[in-house]
């Protein structure tokens, strides 16, 4: 068991000067939009674990955690399972401990994997019912990610090289000669 432990592979490779760019440049951008169309509007557009999303948008565009129905469905349905949980069941932390569990089990299903969202149950469940509502969905959940991805789009097909997202849905088309 303790051997496991050792590792033995390799590192990933070094990241390319452009590559580090985009995510610096990804993150600021990302983080300062959103906190400035926060100001502007009186309504919330941030919260913390939109840091990690930066992180997987901007430095691992190519994971499937990092495409645009990942981040967005994880993040909406996470955190209505959070405040379905905080509104329903209470605040204890067998009620946040459930309500992790079931946001994973029900992004593992749709298939909207995204470890930043995983934190949003715990986010609505600590500030509690005095600090959120079911607007929260709305604002910063929904349209913060929305906003992220929508600079995603922008940073991360500055070239060629790379084209973001890798995909948005799960369906395929059928070619014109496949019947």
Request: positive net charge.
């Amino acid at each position: 068991m303790m051997d496991k432990l050792k590792g033995g592979g390799a590192l990933p490779p070094q990241p390319t000067f452009s590559q580090i760019l985009k995510g610096f440049v990804g993150g600021t951008l990302g983080i300062l939009v959103l906190s400035l169309l926060a100001e502007y509007s009186g309504s919330p557009w941030l919260m913390a674990p939109f840091g990690a999303t930066c992180v997987l948008i901007f430095a691992v565009p190519s994971s499937p955690l990092a495409q645009p129905r990942n981040v967005i469905g994880g993040h909406f349905i996470s955190a209505a399972v959070g405040l379905l949980a905080l509104y329903g069941l209470g605040d204890s932390y067998i009620v946040l401990s459930f309500a992790v569990g079931t946001a994973i089990m029900l992004m593992q299903f749709l298939r909207v994997v995204h470890p930043p969202a995983g934190a949003n149950p715990i986010v609505v469940i600590l500030a509690g019912t005095s600090a959120v509502d079911w607007s929260f969905l709305f604002t910063p959940v929904l349209v913060g990610s929305i906003g992220l991805v929508l600079i995603g789009l922008v940073v991360n097909n500055t070239s060629t090289a790379q084209n973001w997202p890798i995909y948005w849905h799960g369906m395929t088309r059928k070619s014109s000669t496949s019947q």
